[in-house]
């Protein structure tokens, strides 16, 4: 089990409470910063967690600066947690490539040198991080979920697919759908994962959705300017590998919006709204 | 006359553009970023203008990637101007505390040296920036309106109130009301102004309240968790000026606020609410 976390800041939001806490992760090796909100909501019982995954070159600031969600999940009655995308710090390797080492953990557990040790960033999102949101502040330990963007949006999908019951609603804006098949994807996985394509499979979502075992409905946004779109994102043939399973995607690509914070703080609503619904249904497993 | 003013970014927020123009400014003798976010609305005709000063430290940044406002711009069909706060770039003199020279432009004219020829952003702000905008945007040349933080909400007061009949509404959130009598305010008179009080007057909130020519009611957001509310901000000396006029004040005390965005994205739905509700009325002049 983790340390407690120590408070880094806290800033009075829409009535609740934006905090940052720090915590030595046994699972990475390093001490880790995290951003949670709590609404107010949050005073008088547990709240269901939505767990956000930022992309590449973000750490915990991004989301909670830049993305207004905390409006909506004070209305909502949510606690959102929006980790750092990667271990960091002294002994931790490092790139000077921005798609690659800190700022780029891709949401997989390393097997390659040098990257084994500390880049476990799966672990640490479905188990190390939400046993700690869970014995620390007022979260419903029955009701997550996950979203996230670009390489978040690829490790809240994969995260989901590969874990059925543990989250009642995944979403992702601009998510890299199928990571063995692009570039960012491709240079990740041969340095965290060495040329065995078996392991990337574990973590493409296109390659993983046909075998899925739950029908988690999936909701995306997509700006149709994206400047990533077509080198990167290629949703289309994750929404073909939905067609072909018959997964529920629901896939909007949205005219004149491109791949930044400003994308993401349009449509927030509309994906916590998502999140919100299922996290209060009665679980459909 | 300003040249005209070339687009450095350009994203879709809202329906809207939330761009950055880039123009040289005769004004200030230098070439200046400013944010503007065009709402769904100015496709179709003009709309009224939101001036937004921001604070010390502060560029035209911080105000359109954390504040939150597009979505309520959008909604009420405001075009929002942020500038930047000071001049800056190559020839502008500058100062190695946070709280002079760039960054800490204080919307004044400054007349000492090495000042003199670049600080002048309240020349910018009244005059240069607003015919820039009304000649290149789809703006109303008639309803502009003006809001701003701490020392940018200083510079609000100071303008609305120094140019009757110019707003149609004027807000702050945790102004500096009276800089002739905190250390941030002295420090950037004595330097920019020099010794005398009565060129001090001229740029302090409180001191200009009583021979206010306008009755413009100003709405005040100052969080009572503020680190620099005692030292600083002094509110309750404005308010006082405001009661002994009989000027219409709504100074909103919330508690467990501080001084950063967070408190402004918390708020500012209810100030451009306040601002297009004036902006849509008939002039009281």
């Keep these: 089990m983790s340390a407690s976390p120590t408070r880094v800041s806290q800033n009075r939001s829409f009535g609740g409470d934006q905090q940052v806490f720090r915590h030595d992760s046994t699972v990475l090796g390093c001490a880790m910063n995290v951003g949670i909100y709590l609404p107010p909501a949050a005073a008088s019982g547990p709240c269901p967690v939505v767990y956000w995954l930022s992309g590449l070159t973000c750490n915990e600031q991004n989301f909670i600066t830049k993305a207004a969600a905390q409006e909506h999940a004070a209305r909502l009655g949510l606690i959102l947690v929006a980790p750092d995308t990667s271990p960091r710090g002294e002994g931790v390797p490092d790139d000077d490539a921005y798609d690659l080492g800190c700022g780029a953990g891709f949401y997989l557990n390393a097997t390659r040198e040098p990257w084994a040790r500390h880049y476990r960033m799966y672990d640490y999102v479905v188990d190390e991080l939400p046993a700690l949101v869970e014995a620390h502040f007022p979260a419903d330990k029955e009701r997550r979920s996950i979203l996230g963007h670009s390489m978040g949006g690829h490790g809240a999908l994969v995260i989901a697919l590969r874990n059925p019951g543990r989250y009642r609603a995944v979403s992702a804006f601009a998510p890299i759908t199928a990571p063995s098949q692009v570039p960012w994807g491709q240079k990740a996985f041969r340095a965290y994962l060495g040329e065995d394509q078996a392991a990337w499979a574990e973590y ?82």
Tied chains: 1, 2.
Excluded: N, W
């Design 204 to 285: 493409d979502a296109t390659a993983l959705l046909p075998s899925a075992k739950e029908r988690l409905p999936i909701l995306v946004d997509q700006g149709d300017k994206d400047q990533f779109l077509e080198r990167e994102l290629k949703p289309e043939r994750f929404q073909r590998a939905c067609e072909e399973a018959g997964h529920p995607l629901t896939l909007r690509m949205q005219p004149g919006y491109d791949h930044s914070y400003y994308t993401i703080a349009t449509f927030i609503g509309d994906h916590l709204t998502h999140h919100a619904t299922a996290l209060r249904a009665t679980p459909r497993l």
